[in-house]
């Protein structure tokens, strides 16, 4: 490394070299990241001298003041910005640029997970209802999504030939992400591939979508094969929905509906009814293709009935029983 080597320069050659490895979406938030954040503030200093304090001090800024038009920027964002100064630095490290990351000390906010808040019973068909009447292949794409809790990527991606209609079952292969190009396919989140079933009411619906899509084809003289896409433009099925697009129709449906929440909370939707109702952790962690049944249970563990309220009872039924005797609290917990 030369002596005058910069933030920027090491930003630079990183991105070059392991932006091959991400998706398109993971480039396209790194991307703007170093461009809206890190260039400017630090993007000019030598390399060789920035400290933990500078990148503290640096920190402190953008909670102050580092949004647009001077707002400040939440803890969740600069822990964003912080991973991906942390990243490249550990980079440097690599190439022996460095021989001390000065980010792994730095004050970064923590980041608080997210709560979740899915939406009621009462909305989803209230939402199913209305797209069912004016867009029935929408109102397909939406089914499946309540009904297994797959991601908009995955559900994009669907090919015919992933589908078990007597079965009853549909698979996830792949999935959609949209890049500057246009949509590329690409291996799931987690790399994993799944099967899951299908209620009797979305088979029926999935089986009406597959009619129309038929119809479609057979209309204007072309073929709906195996490799054609579940949900497509086009009539043999050519191309699939751009992710992009189908968030825009979600929300102009919504609006329509009269409701406020996003697509991905039918993924939160489906988990959350399941272990209400008494379905095991792991069948729904394996439905939402979580890599480890910890992350399912950090996520929902709100939502898995007694909680709470039962160690509450638990405890005044202990109280109860001992009532009548001065040491009988000893003995009913030993």
């Known amino acids: 490394m030369a002596a005058q080597t910069t933030v920027d320069d090491l930003l630079r050659d990183w991105f070059a070299a392991v932006s091959p490895n991400w998706s398109p979406t993971t480039v396209r938030q790194n991307r703007s990241i170093v461009d809206r954040h890190l260039s400017p503030k630090l993007g000019g200093h030598r390399l060789s001298t920035l400290r933990t304090e500078d990148i503290d001090l640096f920190y402190g800024q953008l909670r102050r003041s580092g949004g647009r038009g001077g707002h400040s920027l939440t803890a969740g964002t600069v822990h964003r910005i912080h991973v991906v100064l942390h990243g490249a630095l550990a980079q440097a490290l690599r190439w022996e640029w460095l021989w001390v990351n000065p980010a792994t000390n730095a004050s970064a906010p923590r980041c608080e997970p997210t709560a ?14 209305h797209v069912a009447r004016v867009n029935p292949d929408f109102h397909a794409f939406l089914s499946l999504a309540v009904s297994t809790g797959a991601r908009r990527s995955q559900l994009t991606a669907l090919r015919w030939s992933d589908e078990d209609l007597d079965r009853g079952q549909i698979g996830f292969l792949r999935a959609l992400l949209d890049a500057p190009g246009g949509p590329v396919l690409r291996p799931t989140k987690t790399g994993r591939t799944y099967r899951v079933h299908l209620d009797a009411a979305s088979r029926d619906v999935f089986v009406r979508h597959y009619r129309r899509a038929t119809r479609r084809a057979q209309n204007v003289n072309a073929n709906l094969d195996r490799t054609s896409f579940v949900f497509s433009h086009e009539p043999a099925g ?20 009269g409701v406020s929440f996003r697509l991905h909370d ?13 379905i095991p952790i792991t069948t729904v962690s394996a439905r939402l293709s979580h890599a480890r049944t910890s992350t399912t249970l950090n996520v929902y563990a709100h939502a898995i009935p007694g909680g709470d309220q039962y160690a509450a009872d638990a405890l005044r039924a202990i109280l109860d029983r001992t009532q009548a005797s001065p040491d009988g609290m000893r003995r009913a917990i030993a």
């Open 238 to 257: 050519g191309s699939p929905w751009s992710p992009n697009w189908v968030t825009n129709q979600f929300i102009a449906f919504r609006e329509q509906a």
């Open 266 to 278: 039918l993924r939160h939707f489906m988990a959350t009814m399941m272990l209400t109702a008494g």
């Open 116 to 129: 979740i808040y899915p939406p009621s019973p009462e909305d989803v068909n209230r939402l199913l209802d």
